[in-house]
């Protein structure tokens, strides 16, 4: 099994599939994203909000996520959380991507940095009509 160094100087991790069958490529390394905060979208048994789609963010976007309770917008330095703008790169929740493409508000999405296990939440032919990375 491939192992990775995260960005962060933390724990090694076995290397993860994207949702094409390859190795799980960096989605950002600033802003740092990932539930571990590694660049990529690893997740594991402590990712309970499966944090595996790793997306280029647009206005519309956030402000979709705003209205449902989750403002990524906004820098909250107490978490060491940046704030995103439109074109930054963030690994979102499986299910939040989801409801957004079915509000019409989905952003693209970078294939080789989107874990396979989001294809328990969505389907491959809605990840590759937004794909930002084919072609």
């Known amino acids: 099994m491939a192992f990775r160094e995260d ?9 993860q599939k994207n949702v094409l069958g390859g190795a799980l490529a960096l ?3 600033a802003p740092r994203t990932g539930f571990y905060r590694d660049g990529c ?9 499966v944090h595996t789609v790793c997306a280029v963010m647009t206005e519309a976007f956030l402000s979709f996520s705003k209205a449902r309770g989750n403002d990524l917008s906004t820098p909250r330095p107490e978490y ?4 995103l703008k439109p074109g930054d790169r963030w690994c979102l929740c499986a299910a939040r991507w989801r409801e957004a493409l079915l509000a019409n508000a989905a952003p ?10 989001t294809l328990g939440i969505v389907e491959l032919d809605d990840l590759k009509a937004h794909a930002a ?3």
């Open 27 to 29: 989605c950002s390394a």
């Open 108 to 117: 693209k999405v970078i294939l080789a940095a989107t874990n396979a296990r």
């Open 133 to 135: 990375d084919l072609n």
């Open 7 to 15: 960005l962060g100087g933390g724990p090694r991790r076995p290397q």
């Open 80 to 83: 060491d959380f940046p704030g």
């Open 41 to 49: 979208c690893h997740t594991g048994p402590d990712d309970q909000g």
